[in-house]
T-cell receptor
């Protein structure tokens, strides 16, 4: 079974600065997808970014980018020019591309605080 | 707005009771997923349906059951409720079964409190 680990329960960043959230995963599969979701205090789950494992190019969405290291099974999220609205719990997630009916497996989450 | 609708938003009930949580997926999505988020356990996958058929099962208790109807809405039934069942229950939907990597779009959740 696949597992996702987020080793930083909490992180903080100053407004306008850059922060990187870590995520590692364990899998024996070669084809899969990785995601970052954001959960603000409203508790809504919001998709931040998606990465396809067979693509070497790192995904980018505006101020959000990832550093995908397939061999190291690492998938970190970089938030540039942090804003107060970025404060949330961030979840890393894995989804198999080799199994039909594949679930999204989540890490434990990293609580990000943005200081003004 | 994700397009996924969950009702009710909040539910307060007593131990031993039974409740039903309802979910309407985004228009065009055939897969529905149920997740449980407790304070100390993160997001736990319960079950997935695709076009009316069960596709994957996670850590779903025998007291819990779910189904997806022909109109693609889904219901999660929780019975013989215990205090430990108090949690936020999310429904999510996606267009495919999973191998294509389509992201899950989440509803706003149902907050269940068992007293």
């Amino acid at each position: 079974a696949q597992t996702v680990t987020q080793s930083q329960p909490e992180m903080s960043v100053q407004e306008a600065e850059t922060v990187t959230l870590s995520c590692t995963y364990d899998t024996s599969e070669s084809d899969y997808y990785l995601f970052w979701y954001k959960q603000p205090p409203s508790r809504q789950m919001i998709l931040v970014i998606r990465q396809e494992a067979y693509k070497q190019q790192n995904a980018t969405e505006n101020r959000f980018s990832v550093n995908f290291q397939k061999a190291a099974k690492s998938f970190s999220l970089k938030i540039s020019d942090s804003q107060l609205g970025d404060a949330a719990m961030y979840f890393c997630a894995y989804r198999s591309a080799e199994t039909s009916g594949s679930r999204l497996t989540f890490g434990e989450g990293t609580q990000l605080t943005v200081n003004p | 707005d994700s397009g996924v609708t969950q009702t009710p938003k909040h539910l307060i009930t007593a131990t031993g009771q039974r409740v039903t949580l309802r979910c309407s997926p985004r228009s065009g999505d055939l897969s529905v997923y149920w997740y449980q988020q407790s304070l100390d356990q993160g997001l736990q996958f319960l079950i997935q349906y695709y076009n009316g058929e069960e596709r994957a099962k996670g850590n779903i208790l025998e007291r819990f059951s779910a189904q997806q109807f022909p109109d693609l809405h889904s219901e999660l039934n929780l019975s013989s409720l215990e205090l430990g069942d108090s949690a936020l229950y999310f429904c999510a939907s996606s267009s495919g079964q999973g191998k294509e990597g389509s992201p899950l779009h989440f509803g706003n959740g149902t907050r269940l409190t068992v007293t």
